[in-house]
């Protein structure tokens, strides 16, 4: 148990003056604290990003913001929006088989059960 703690003290000495025979390097210089962010920069950095990983690839190539998967999702939120009474869309989740005056019982079934807003 002695020789253990020896030779670990011997390697802690020895690291420790290794270290500090060392000739030491000046720090990389930093950065201004105030660098600009244009446009470009920005869009150099997403495209470094990206370019690292393999996902990030696939969304280089199709868009960050586009897509098949983006355009379903969009248009699939945008028709289950509940339609407003008084516009055209009013019977969209109301099932009807008629149309102008004939229409306005479905109109009032809509309103009533929530179908419209």
């Known amino acids: 148990m002695r020789a253990f703690v020896a030779a670990s003290l011997i390697l802690a000495l020895t690291a420790t003056t ?3 025979q060392a000739p030491a390097t000046a720090p ?15 869009r150099q950095a997403v495209q470094q990003t990206l370019a690292e990983d393999k ?10 913001y586009g897509g098949e998967k ?3 999702f969009s248009r699939q939120f945008s028709e289950s929006k ?4 008084l516009h055209a869309d009013a019977l969209k989740f109301q099932p009807t088989f008629f ?3 004939l ?13 419209c807003r």
């Open 18 to 20: 290794a270290r500090a």
């Open 28 to 42: 990389a210089p930093l950065p201004p604290l105030r660098a600009k962010l244009t446009d470009e920069a920005i």
């Open 55 to 64: 996902k990030g690839q696939q969304l280089a190539r199709e868009g960050a």
């Open 70 to 72: 983006v355009e379903n």
């Open 82 to 85: 509940i339609p407003d009474c």
């Open 99 to 101: 149309g102008g005056l």
């Open 103 to 115: 229409a306005i019982p479905f109109w009032v079934a809509a309103a009533v059960r929530g179908k």
